[in-house]
């Protein structure tokens, strides 16, 4: 096999490269590059007798293009990689540095710096030259007319000069947010308005509820109520319809309940119906519109009768037919066990509550009553001459407690 042939200069070459050509010439390849490159350079000046080899003759070759140029540099000493600057080498290379031109701050005017001595102007306009006889440093050529500016000219078109003062900041995002929240005395007026609001429409819902319950004949339709629903709730046999709630119908269902038709074609229902209206509605519907105790009630009027329920009456003749009505006898009579579905107590207690409250609302609405008799009397009997200041604020009164329960 061949040997490999070198060419081309040291210097470009890779370490690896120059370790290749110093294995071949047997020299060592320890070392940085330059080391190496100078350790077979020297080789090569040493052995000329490898010009002749075809394997180093391309070495040989660049080395005659760099001599005159570049002086070789001295090896480095065995000791160890790092030599002393003076033993490196005799002559120094002819190496061209080129220096920068200096910025000088040339004097100011006698006008814009009065604090100035000429003497410390005129020592800040020398600069140090270089020394001509220096080999290594060119000589200095002196600095241009833009650099010898004066520096106050130079601030004086910089924008730093118009600098009056801080910019102003951006306004803060949280004190925007604290300027837009409302004061604290709206929020508590908009609180109090607020509350008041869902108040009076509670106070509303309650007036109504107290104007309804202070009505005897409503109290008297409330227990009435609850009897016959309590009576349906007992007597059918009551049966339930499952609504589904889905549209596969797998999931769950709403119970709908209903009455079956065989329960209304009975006599036996009807039966319990009727034996429960007599003494409940049928007969205190019928004193109560007969009898009345009101004394401005007695006299009709020359347009006609006027028939009005008197809820006191009424509420008497239902608790007197509640604790008289022949329940027992009836039930004997039409073959129907459990005709009182009701029972004596609960009856007897619905009937007691309605007039209790009866009772309270005539004594409430006596003193209108008797002040519209007593009125009613006088004209009669001394024509139509104006009441007594008496009959006319009790007449007034009565009739502010009157509109009242109206309302």
């Known amino acids: 096999m061949a040997p490999v042939a070198f060419a081309g200069a040291l210097a470009p070459k890779k370490k ?25 350079r020297k080789h090569l000046d040493t052995h000329s007798d490898l010009e002749k080899s075809s394997q180093f003759s391309g070495l040989y070759a660049s080395l005659r293009r760099r001599v005159g140029s570049v002086q070789p540099q001295a090896p480095p000493s065995a000791t160890g990689r790092l030599a002393p600057p003076g033993t490196s080498s005799d002559k120094p290379r ?16 006698p006008k814009s710096s009065p604090d100035l001595k000429p003497s410390s102007l005129q020592s800040s306009d020398k600069t140090p030259a270089s020394s001509p006889s220096s080999p290594q ?7 241009s007319p833009e650099i010898q500016r004066p520096l106050s000219a130079i601030f004086a078109r910089s924008p730093v000069s118009n600098f009056e003062g801080p910019a102003p900041a951006p306004p803060s995002p949280a004190k925007s947010i604290i300027e837009a929240i409302p004061k604290s005395a709206d929020i508590k007026a908009a609180v109090q308005r607020h509350t008041q609001d869902i108040f009076s429409g509670h106070t509303e819902y309650l007036e109504v509820t107290r104007v309804f319950l202070s009505n005897s004949q409503n109290l008297s339709t409330l227990t009435s109520l609850y009897e016959l629903f309590y009576i349906l709730h007992t007597v059918i046999p009551w049966k339930s319809l499952q609504l589904p709630l ?15 038709l065989a329960v209304f074609q009975t006599s036996a229902f009807w039966l319990v119906l009727l034996h429960w209206a007599f003494p409940t509605l049928i007969i205190p519907a019928l004193v109560g519109n007969l009898v009345s105790f009101a004394p401005s009630q007695t ?4 347009s006609g009768f006027e028939l009005q329920f008197d809820s006191l009456t009424g509420a008497i003749v239902r608790l007197a037919a509640a604790i008289a009505y022949p329940f027992a006898k009836f039930a004997s009579q039409e073959h129907v066990h459990g ?9 007897v207690f619905n009937a007691s509550i ?4 009866a009772f309270a609302e005539a004594i409430s609405t006596a003193p209108k009553r ?3 008799t007593l009125a009613h009397e006088h004209k009669l009997a001394i024509g139509p001459v104006e009441a007594p200041s008496s009959v006319r604020a009790l007449t007034a009164r009565g009739d502010d407690r009157v509109s009242e329960e109206v309302d």
């Open 16 to 40: 690896s490269e120059l370790q290749e050509i110093a294995n071949a010439l047997r020299v060592s390849d320890q070392g940085t590059k330059d080391e190496l490159a100078s350790r077979i």
């Open 94 to 109: 002819s190496t061209r540095i080129t220096v920068l031109n200096p910025i000088t701050e040339s004097p100011p005017s």
């Open 137 to 143: 440093f060119d000589t200095i050529p002196p600095p």
């Open 246 to 260: 889905t549209t596969t119908g797998d999931g769950a269902s709403l119970p709908l309940p209903y009455p079956p």
């Open 299 to 302: 006299k009709a009027s020359t």
């Open 339 to 347: 005709l009182d579905v009701i029972g004596y107590n609960t009856r």
């Open 354 to 357: 309605t007039l209790a409250f």
């Open 370 to 372: 008797f002040a519209k």
